[in-house]
């Protein structure tokens, strides 16, 4: 297969596949209700979308460079932040499949659900091939669009419906601002193709004005602080597979937007890296101050997101002030961890959570008190969400711990008093975390199970596939963490190029 | 073959803790069974392992970029704290065969004990400074895991997490000493920063050195971190013997052993270090005179007796520190099972509720006593020639203020030991209670422990020589052991510790003819009982976190109004801040 | 700054902005919140072309525009749907008793 051909397929697999999902699905339901085609079918598209993949990576990898392909004049490039960024959406969609078919197993309208899960992992992995700064715009626009529905699935819950109306509308907000930003330097240079911005943009106000309109517009959805307000809902009342994709892999595909974006307008001003850092610091210490007082699991989760994205901006922020390569690959190596890592959190709480209330028919979010015992009747669960909450801690030996460890060593490389001061900062936010995550793991490993462990349902064989898939990701990449450097290090380089280091 | 013995040192126990999750809750005699033989199997390769020391071999695997290369090197540093890791953790594990008899979780007792045990040879036996991390935080998450191994009880759960989050709040220094060496060296590897402190800028090497110094008290539960070792003794009483008494805390002195070479220069950072040595012996050693749970005595002792390895280090001592490491390890963790064997059988931990157990235990107060001896310092046994070895490092070139002080911490030593001893096992014997002897696996345990409290001073020399020859950075004078000997004999410097001890020992006996005295002092007591303030530290700060927590909340009203506000704000300080800062 | 076209689509452009973005901050029904994001999303398809204008790229601009307004109308209708499901789970379109996931 020639690699712009498989490149093509990566993107276009997973778009084609959503009207065929909903198609099979919806006319199988009608003659034999109850048999749920749809996740095969969805499952069989994803796991499909890895071998275009694998093929265009190889190209990548061997060449050295981005591999692209021109559809009448939009042309779209993998670079590394988007192979990266399309691997990681693969794989963790996949499982997401896996773990939502016995999730939902009692849920209406499945079809709509994977389908939509098919269009949105397209969404994000186009987004990371754009090189024009309007179909940046209409990637982001497809992969929000697809996750509004997802969000409000439980659509006879006030609150899931609530989670989706504030998601919806400062999205939407977001992409706005974002359009006039495009606006705003369209018409001060005549181009949309990010790499002719990048070459000639001039030093005027307006393109000042851009680049603020853009880090808002993709800020909201990077949950940068204090834009974030609607991840706390959206994370917590979405269905736990969609948790794990909003918080794994949707706000990070919202930073790369940003990035793409911003770094057009690098030459303009020097704050960027400054605003960056400081959305950082605020990320961290906000996201975990409010995770330390919350009493649903779901919710504490979403918090602990707004912290790990301080620590990914920290890194990704150091790469714009000072231009220091491994920071900016400790970033996105912290992007995949943490995708995996809070992946992992969000589906082993779902288990749970669908094992105590919704196999009970019941739509309740999970409390910290629902905890207790866990681990006597749901051992791999409370094992899994354990190795998760450590990993998030940065405990090793998890991967949490490594990925931490490059953006710190790439903030001390800059030998920057500000750099080295928040580096520690976000070491103090991470012992911070542990205030929360730790006594989560041992009300699990208590004797004495709450009431609601003890009326549980088990949980199905698919579930725990897919926990213990993740689990081992976690666990291998904390002992042998330059396993992805081959991710890490294109993406680096990518961004640094995109900065014109 | 010596990489054979290494790999098998670190691996055995991290395959056992593997295999017994593995194997899970079925049948308790195999779980047991498990845990004996892989521990037992890591002691030997651990033993095993110790001729190499002297030969210094460098293993590597190479992981590239920021990570460096993961080392390991076989000096005689490692090998003995390795050693000390694997021992005593068997022994420990041999004796929770009896302790933790018929109560559930075992698997996961065991496998954090293993994970524990390989994890703290892998901390000794590394020279990459993030691996060394990696490792440091291995052993605070199993720490914590196993101080709230109870994890119904509130005070277990709340030690733990007390644990973890002081010894993790220290480990940033180390953290930024690891980062700042990558930053001006690129690589992780100390060995070079040991041979030329140089290649650091003198400024940085301070940073660094400091660090490691705050790395190191919050691990060996030193002055201001030292609050979390008391909390720490809701653990299972192996635990309390293996983690906090004989290896973990050791971690601490073996990081500033390990980088004396480097930091002896930094300006002031030696006098620190005594300080911190100093204070923290001093502090604890008052603590342990008013205390009255035998576990709390013990860690209040424990944080005294590093106080003193830590002194020695700071004095340049290092083959004392190191050499009365080895002593504690041995009579502490035989203080610690043993008392483990009288909390088991009376089912309390007030020493107050004990008294007169010395008729139905013999074999444990046999070796109680013996492990009190030698933490009192008495002659022959092995804390007495560690312990005077460190006096004698202090009096070279070091401010004789903080030596006096010192000796008179031996002085209290004697004093609260004798305290402990006559409360838990002379005195009136309550008579409804029926109390049964030590087990036969805990006699297994605590037998080599005890011999070892008598002799281990006898390899003075050849463990001098172990060190001296695989750390060329460090420049150790050593002796053999009759030299050594004689060194202490001759000394008068001995004499008069040994004055001050048997003071102590006295008015230890006589405790109650000086209740005057004691009246007196009666202030210093309750500063003592409440930690001299510390706690109320930790408390506030705790407080401080949570209400700032609870108050920062009201940022999420939850109205869609407000949250767009937030966005417009946010959107209008950056325009303001480009219109000031501009590009 | 004289009355010239671009000016004056500028003034509306900053002036459609300017009431959407008081009514999302002041409204309390759901579907007028979304007839303000209407409003804030016309701004940016008028800057859209204006900009395609000023470049002499007036198709171009008129083609985003356009784009837009498919994009946009998803998002209406996807709103819209929402509100409509608030009102039937909820019984009430007011944004303040949208308020239970907070803190």
């Known amino acids: 297969m020639e690699a712009g051909v498989a490149f093509l397929l990566v993107v276009g697999l997973p778009l084609l596949g959503t009207p065929l999902i909903y198609l099979v699905g919806r006319l199988v339901e009608r003659r034999k209700p109850g048999l749920n085609p749809a996740r095969w079918v969805a499952l069989l598209v994803l796991l499909a979308a890895f071998y275009p993949l694998a093929i265009a990576l190889?190209?990548?990898?061997?060449?050295?460079?981005?591999?692209?392909?021109?559809?009448?004049?939009?042309?779209?490039?993998?670079?590394?932040?988007?192979?990266?960024?399309?691997?990681?959406?693969?794989?963790?969609?996949?499982?997401?499949?896996?773990?939502?078919?016995?999730?939902?197993?009692?849920?209406?309208?499945?079809?709509?659900?994977?389908?939509?899960?098919?269009?949105?992992?397209?969404?994000?992995?186009?987004?990371?091939?754009?090189?024009?700064?309007?179909?940046?715009?209409?990637?982001?626009?497809?992969?929000?669009?697809?996750?509004?529905?997802?969000?409000?699935?439980?659509?006879?819950?006030?609150?899931?419906?609530?989670?989706?109306?504030?998601?919806?509308?400062q999205s939407a907000v977001g992409s706005a601002l974002v359009l006039i930003g495009i606006a705003l330097v369209f018409g001060q240079t005549g181009t949309l193709t990010l790499s002719a911005i990048r070459a000639n943009a001039p030093l005027t106000p307006v393109m000042?004005?851009?680049?603020?309109?853009?880090?808002?517009?993709?800020?909201?959805?990077?949950?940068?602080?204090?834009?974030?307000?609607?991840?706390?809902?959206?994370?917590?009342?979405?269905?736990?597979?969609?948790?794990?994709?909003?918080?794994?892999?949707?706000?990070?595909?919202?930073?790369?937007?940003?990035?793409?974006?911003?770094?057009?307008?690098?030459?303009?001003?020097?704050?960027?890296?400054?605003?960056?850092?400081?959305?950082?610091?605020?990320?961290?210490?906000l996201g975990n101050l409010m995770a330390l007082r919350q009493t649903q699991v779901k919710r504490l989760l979403a918090f602990s997101s707004l912290s790990h994205m301080g620590y990914i901006v920290l890194g990704i922020g150091c790469a714009f002030a000072f231009g220091a390569p491994n920071a900016a690959a400790g970033g996105f190596f912290h992007v995949i961890t943490h995708g995996l890592m809070k992946g992992l959190a969000f589906l082993a709480a779902g288990a749970l959570l669908y094992a105590v209330y919704i196999a009970n028919g019941k739509h309740q979010p999970l409390m910290v008190d629902d905890l207790d015992g866990a681990a006597t009747r749901y051992p791999l669960a409370a094992f899994t969400l354990s190795v998760a909450l450590l990993g998030l801690g940065g405990i090793p030996p998890l991967a949490g711990f490594m990925s931490k460890w490059q953006i710190f060593v790439g903030g001390f490389e800059t030998r920057q008093t500000w750099a080295i001061v928040l580096v520690i900062f976000a070491a103090l936010n991470s012992v911070l975390s542990l205030g929360y995550y730790a006594p989560l793991i041992n009300r699990m490993y208590r004797h004495q199970p709450s009431s609601r462990i003890e009326s549980g349902q088990p949980v199905s064989a698919w579930m725990n596939a897919a926990l213990l898939i993740l689990t081992l990701g976690v666990v291998v990449l904390g002992f042998w963490p330059s396993l992805v450097s081959w991710l890490t290090q294109p993406a680096a380089q990518s961004l640094l190029a995109l900065l014109g280091g | 073959m010596a990489m054979t013995w290494l790999t098998l040192t670190i691996g055995l126990p991290w395959l056992g803790a593997l295999v017994i999750w593995l194997a899970g809750d079925r049948d308790e005699k195999f779980t047991h069974l498990l845990a004996v033989a892989f521990s037992v199997a890591a002691g030997v390769a651990a033993l095993l392992l110790l001729p190499y020391g002297k030969e210094r071999l460098v293993y590597s695997l190479p992981m590239g970029g920021v990570f460096g290369d993961f080392t390991f090197v076989v000096d005689g540093l490692g090998v003995f704290l390795a050693a000390?890791?694997?021992?005593?953790?068997?022994?420990?594990?041999?004796?929770?065969?009896?302790?933790?008899?018929?109560?559930?979780?075992?698997?996961?007792?065991?496998?954090?004990?293993?994970?524990?045990?390989?994890?703290?040879?892998g901390l000794v036996l590394t020279s990459n400074l993030l691996l060394m991390f990696f490792f440091w935080e291995i052993t605070a998450l199993c720490s914590y895991a196993l101080i709230s191994f109870h994890n119904d009880d509130p005070k277990a759960v709340a030690g733990g997490i007390k644990a973890l989050i002081i010894t993790q709040l220290g480990g940033i220094g180390l953290l930024a000493g690891a980062l700042l060496l990558y930053a001006y060296t690129g690589s992780n590897d100390f060995h070079v920063l040991l041979e030329n402190p140089a290649i650091l800028p003198a400024g940085v090497l301070a940073w660094m050195g400091f660090g490691c110094l705050i790395a190191a008290a919050a691990k060996s539960a030193q002055f201001p971190f030292q609050t979390w070792l008391p909390d720490a003794m809701e653990a299972p009483t192996p635990i309390s013997a293996l983690i906090h008494a004989a290896t973990m805390v050791n971690a601490g002195v073996y990081l500033l052993a390990r980088f004396y070479p480097a930091f002896a220069g930094v300006p002031g950072w030696r006098e620190a270090v005594m300080i911190v040595g100093m204070l923290s012996a001093l502090l604890a050693a008052v603590m342990a005179m008013v205390a009255t749970d035998l576990k709390r005595v013990l860690a209040y002792s424990t944080i005294s007796q590093l106080g003193f390895m830590v002194y020695a280090?700071?004095?340049?001592?290092?083959?004392?520190?190191?050499?009365?490491?080895?002593?504690?390890?041995?009579?502490?963790?035989?203080?610690?099972?043993?008392?483990?064997?009288?909390?088991?059988?009376?089912?309390?931990?007030?020493?107050?509720?004990?008294?007169?157990?010395?008729?139905?235990?013999?074999?444990?107060?046999?070796?109680?006593?013996?492990?009190?001896?030698?933490?009192?310092?008495?002659?022959?046994?092995?804390?007495?020639?560690?312990?005077?070895?460190?006096?004698?490092?202090?009096?070279?070139?070091?401010?004789?203020?903080?030596?006096?002080?010192?000796?008179?911490?031996?002085?209290?030593?004697?004093?609260?030991?004798?305290?402990?001893?006559?409360?838990?096992?002379?005195?009136?014997?309550?008579?409804?209670?029926?109390?049964?002897?030590?087990?036969?696996?805990?006699?297994?345990?605590?037998?080599?422990?005890?011999?070892?409290?008598?002799?281990?001073?006898l390899l003075a020399g050849p463990f001098g020589h172990l060190l001296a020859e695989s750390?060329?950075?460090?420049?150790?004078?050593?002796?053999?052991?009759?030299?050594?000997?004689?060194?202490?004999?001759?000394?008068?410097?001995?004499?008069?510790?040994?004055?001050?001890?048997?003071?102590?020992?006295?008015?230890?006996?006589?405790?109650?003819?000086?209740?005057?005295?004691?009246?007196?002092?009666?202030?210093?007591?309750?500063?003592?009982?409440?930690?001299?303030?510390?706690?109320?530290?930790?408390?506030?700060?705790?407080?401080?976190?949570?209400?700032?927590?609870?108050?920062?909340?009201?940022?999420?009203?939850?109205?869609?109004?407000?949250?767009?506000?937030?966005?417009?704000?946010?959107?209008?300080?950056?325009?303001?801040?480009?219109?000031?800062?501009?590009? | 700054m004289n009355l010239s076209v671009p000016n004056i689509v500028i003034l509306i452009v900053i002036g459609l902005l300017g009431v959407g973005t008081y009514a999302l901050l002041t409204v309390r029904n759901l579907i007028k919140v979304v007839v303000a994001l209407q409003i804030m999303v016309k701004a940016a398809m008028l800057a859209l072309v204006l900009a395609g204008r000023l470049q002499g790229q007036e198709n171009l601009g008129q083609s985003l525009a356009l784009t837009v307004i498919v994009a946009d109308t998803i998002v209406a209708v996807v709103g819209l749907a929402l509100a409509v499901q608030v009102r039937r789970v909820v019984g009430t379109l007011d944004l303040s008793a949208l308020t239970t996931l907070r803190r």
């Open chain 1, 58 to 169: 190889q190209v990548i990898l061997d060449q050295g460079g981005p591999v692209s392909f021109s559809l009448g004049v939009i042309r779209l490039q993998l670079d590394g932040v988007g192979a990266l960024l399309a691997t990681l959406v693969l794989v963790l969609s996949v499982l997401v499949t896996l773990f939502s078919g016995p999730y939902l197993n009692r849920e209406e309208h499945q079809e709509k659900f994977y389908a939509l899960l098919s269009a949105m992992v397209g969404g994000m992995i186009g987004l990371g091939c754009a090189t024009d700064l309007f179909n940046l715009w209409v990637w982001f626009e497809l992969m929000a669009i697809a996750s509004y529905p997802l969000v409000a699935f439980h659509r006879q819950t006030p609150a899931a419906l609530e989670a989706g109306v504030k998601y919806l509308v």
């Open chain 1, 208 to 285: 000042l004005a851009a680049g603020a309109l853009f880090l808002i517009g993709f800020g909201v959805k990077a949950a940068l602080v204090p834009l974030h307000t609607w991840l706390p809902d959206a994370h917590s009342q979405a269905p736990s597979g969609i948790s794990a994709m909003l918080s794994g892999v949707v706000i990070e595909a919202g930073l790369i937007a940003l990035l793409r974006a911003l770094g057009a307008l690098f030459a303009v001003s020097q704050l960027w890296g400054v605003f960056l850092l400081v959305f950082a610091a605020l990320n961290m210490l």
């Open chain 2, 84 to 121: 000390i890791a694997t021992v005593v953790g068997s022994l420990a594990v041999i004796f929770s065969v009896d302790y933790m008899h018929g109560e559930g979780q075992l698997p996961r007792y065991y496998a954090f004990v293993l994970f524990f045990i390989g994890g703290m040879a």
């Open chain 2, 313 to 457: 280090v700071g004095a340049g001592g290092v083959f004392a520190s190191q050499f009365h490491l080895l002593s504690h390890s041995v009579f502490k963790a035989l203080l610690f099972l043993a008392a483990g064997a009288v909390i088991h059988s009376v089912g309390t931990r007030d020493m107050r509720r004990m008294g007169g157990l010395g008729k139905d235990m013999p074999v444990t107060r046999a070796v109680f006593v013996i492990g009190g001896l030698a933490l009192a310092g008495i002659p022959i046994f092995n804390g007495f020639w560690s312990k005077e070895l460190i006096l004698e490092a202090g009096l070279h070139e070091n401010p004789l203020w903080l030596y006096a002080l010192m000796v008179f911490v031996a002085g209290l030593t004697a004093f609260y030991t004798v305290r402990m001893i006559s409360m838990v096992f002379y005195g009136e014997a309550h008579p409804e209670r029926h109390v049964h002897d030590a087990g036969n696996a805990m006699k297994v345990a605590l037998l080599p422990l005890a011999i070892g409290s008598l002799t281990t001073w």
């Open chain 2, 471 to 583: 750390l060329p950075a460090h420049h150790l004078e050593v002796h053999s052991t009759l030299a050594v000997v004689e060194e202490v004999i001759t000394a008068p410097a001995t004499y008069l510790a040994l004055g001050v001890v048997a003071l102590g020992w006295l008015a230890g006996w006589q405790r109650r003819r000086l209740s005057r005295v004691g009246q007196a002092l009666s202030g210093v007591g309750k500063a003592a009982a409440e930690s001299f303030g510390f706690e109320a530290i930790n408390r506030g700060v705790v407080n401080a976190t949570q209400k700032l927590a609870e108050a920062l909340r009201v940022t999420q009203p939850g109205l869609l109004n407000w949250n767009v506000f937030a966005i417009v704000c946010a959107f209008l300080i950056l325009l303001a801040s480009l219109a000031v800062g501009g590009r």
